[in-house]
Structure formats: structure tokens, C-alpha cells
């Protein structure tokens, strides 16, 4: 309980108009929300994870949080990519519904990074990048929102155009680190997200314009907008700081 917030509490008021849960699904998230062991992992307690990483032996534990920890990791496992997909499709439908205009996809959101690169053969270069290029993944955000003049969301005031990323933390260490800590761990993870882009601006940097110095021209198109801004789900139904303005920005519209 305390990582829980406002938001994890939904489970008890299952089912919804937007949410509906099979018996064993409600199961899973009631026993999740009261930290019980869960049901499904039960019943294969103690096995073996295989991961795609040969550093890293995960067994099954008595409460499934290996398995949601791990299992991006897992050879041909694609589901933390489609859990990621679908809260990111959720949250540009709740924003759209509002009237706050959104992109999300690929596609759409590198073009709020690379149409800030200076002309030449390495915008075109980068441009024709995809985006399982892992480079690219960690600068190019997950959606854009356009505030406008009366806007707010936290700190980012409209009217502005910003960028931002979705997470799930799912880490038992992070969790028993982070736990006493204020927003416990969904703050801890959101704060790192600023620092990630940087990074990423860094090495693409270093990459395709080595000879420029600093601040290079990604680090400069990340300087056009306010930080990211941060949405972070948790284990325990909880959400970042982040998300919570968000949904209070939506809510006031």
C-alpha cells in the first residue's frame, strides 16, 4: 500500500464502461492490488524464465512479478511491446476526446525530432531510419500534445507543443528501494526519463554530426520543447506525477 494511489482502487469498481476483465483477469489484479500471491503463478512456482539474455536466470515467483519483470526479455515474448502499444493508443484516444490534439506512432512523433536537424546527407540518412533502430528509439517520444493558452500540465504551460513517454514499472528491487520515497517507485522511474533523452541526444550526436560541438543539433531539437513529460504505470495500478497532471489537465477541459 504504499505505492498505491487513487488510481489503483479502479479495480474494485470493476467492471467498467472501458474496462472489462475475464474472472481469472479480475482475479489476478484484486490479488495484484492486496499483495496476495498470484493465482497463476502458483501453479508454476519455481520454474525457469528463458530470456534472450544469457546473464540473467529468472524462476518464477510465488507472487508472478519475475514474470512481468522479465518478460520483454523472453525469446519471441512480445507482450510488454503490446501493453506498451495499447496504453499509448488509450492515452492519445482519452486526449483526442478532450480536444487536446495528439500524434503517437513512430511516424508521426520523429518528426517533432528530426524536421529540427540541419539539411543535408545526415537528416536524410537519419530520416529513412526505422523504428526497431534502437538508436532512435530512445529520442524519438511515444506521443506529442499541443497545449493551448490556458493549458496546463504540471509545469508545461500552453500554449506550447510537447513531447512524451509511456513506462511500466514493474521492478521488485526498484520497488524495494524506492517504496518510502515520495511517489515512490513510478516517481523513481519517471525521473529518469529526462536524463535517458539526453543521452540518446548524446550518442546520436556523437554519431551523426561527430564533428559539431555541444549542445549537437538533437540536443538542440530536444531543446525546443519543455522536458518530457513522464506517464508511468506501476504494478500496483499506481501512477507517476506525470500522469496524474495529465489526466487532471484532461479532466479540467
Known amino acids: 500500500y504504499l505505492n498505491a494511489d487513487r488510481y489503483s482502487s479502479e479495480i474494485c469498481r470493476m467492471p467498467s464502461p472501458d474496462v472489462v476483465l475475464t474472472s481469472s483477469e479480475h482475479r489476478e489484479a484484486l490479488c495484484a492490488f492486496l499483495a496476495l500471491p498470484s493465482p497463476a503463478a ?25 514474470l512481468s519483470a ?12 503490446r501493453r506498451h502499444n495499447n496504453f499509448e ?5 482519452a486526449c483526442r476526446g478532450a480536444g487536446v490534439p495528439a500524434v503517437h506512432g513512430y511516424d508521426a512523433t520523429r518528426h517533432m525530432i528530426v524536421d529540427w536537424l540541419p539539411e543535408g546527407g545526415a537528416k536524410a540518412a537519419i530520416r529513412q531510419l526505422s ?41 521488485t528491487f526498484g520497488y524495494m528501494v524506492d517504496s518510502h520515497k515520495p511517489g515512490g517507485g513510478v516517481a523513481a522511474r519517471e525521473a529518469k526519463i529526462a536524463g535517458e533523452k539526453a543521452a540518446a ?27 518530457a513529460l513522464g506517464v508511468v504505470f506501476g504494478m500496483f495500478g499506481e501512477l507517476s506525477k506525470g500522469g496524474h497532471d495529465l489526466v487532471n489537465m484532461l479532466g479540467r477541459r
Open 201 to 227: 541526444a548524446a550518442a546520436l550526436d556523437g554519431k551523426h554530426y561527430p564533428l559539431t560541438a555541444a549542445p549537437g543539433p538533437f540536443a538542440l531539437a530536444l531543446a525546443h520543447y519543455p522536458p
Open 89 to 93: 493508443r488509450k492515452l492519445v484516444e
Open 131 to 171: 523504428s526497431d533502430n534502437s538508436a532512435m528509439k530512445g529520442i524519438v517520444p511515444d506521443f506529442g500534445l499541443t497545449l493551448k493558452v490556458d493549458d496546463a500540465v504540471g509545469r508545461i504551460r500552453g500554449p506550447c507543443r510537447f513531447h512524451g513517454e509511456i513506462k511500466s514499472f514493474s521492478s
Open 42 to 66: 502458483t501453479t508454476v512456482l519455481g520454474q525457469v524464465i528463458k530470456t534472450t539474455r544469457q546473464d540473467r536466470t529468472a524462476h518464477v515467483d510465488l507472487y508472478g512479478a519475475n
Open 70 to 81: 522479465v518478460c520483454g526479455a523472453c525469446l519471441g515474448d512480445d507482450r510488454r511491446l
